[in-house]
């Protein structure tokens, strides 16, 4: 019997990629290939033109709740609500008019919907596969609630901080770089956003040297120390940030540091 020909693969620009050796030869069995493809940390759909599915990973039934029989031959629409599903199959037809590699739905929330109704933000990159002459759609999916719970808890306490009149200046331990103020912040020492963003501590407080302000800092990047206290008469803005003192450091394990201070009466 002849041996079996290789899948060939297509580019999405139609170019033929190398043939592919068939798993046999490299010593991979199919269940090998699926352990691979279940231990995905993301979900794997895999669906024909009509967004027929084709194929799952383990995963994408943890995140949806079907098991794998449930799925293959459904639609790719049954895993979205409701809302999103006609958008959905209009945009079906044009990625078929130019598929391409691409994340879903850029810059709009997109969410998934569960067996049992249920509904989580996700974030799907999809990529074209042709195999011979049929056109094949590899979704990758990936579960974000955590990461929505914790960018919109950053964004309450942003809030919060930002209400008040008290400065609170965050910049890294290394450099020394501001890589947060508040709007108390910016009204105490007058420089904007984006100007305090390439400044440190030094800038505004042009009494400590470098050397002084790493030795104020010394205790708390070693644990020895939760808090320390610094008070200076803070450099206003005038014309431009003060360029004549960048800060540098030779430190190599990176660290975090927090200043707040209050404006005197």
Sequence with gaps: MAAEEPAVLHSPEGRTAE???????????????????????????????????????????????????????????????????????????????????????AGISLFGRRKDGTEFPLEISLSPLRVDDRLMVVAAVRDITDRVAIEAEAERVGKLLDATHDGLFIFDGDTLRFTYVNQGAIEQVGYELEQLLGMTPLHIAPEFTESEFRALLAPLVGGRRRAARAEWAANRWTTDPPQDRPATSTRSSPSASMSATRRSA
């Design 19 to 105: 043939r592919l050796r068939p798993l046999a030869d490299l010593g991979l069995r199919d269940d090998i290939v699926w352990s691979l493809v279940d231990a995905a940390p993301d979900g794997i759909v895999m669906a024909d033109e009509g967004g027929n599915i084709l194929l799952v990973n383990r995963q994408t039934e943890t995140q949806f709740g079907y098991d794998r029989g449930e799925l293959l031959g459904r639609s790719v629409d049954d895993l979205l609500p409701e809302r999103f599903r006609q958008v959905h199959r209009a945009h079906r037809t044009r990625y078929r008019a130019e598929p391409r590699m691409r994340p879903m739905g």
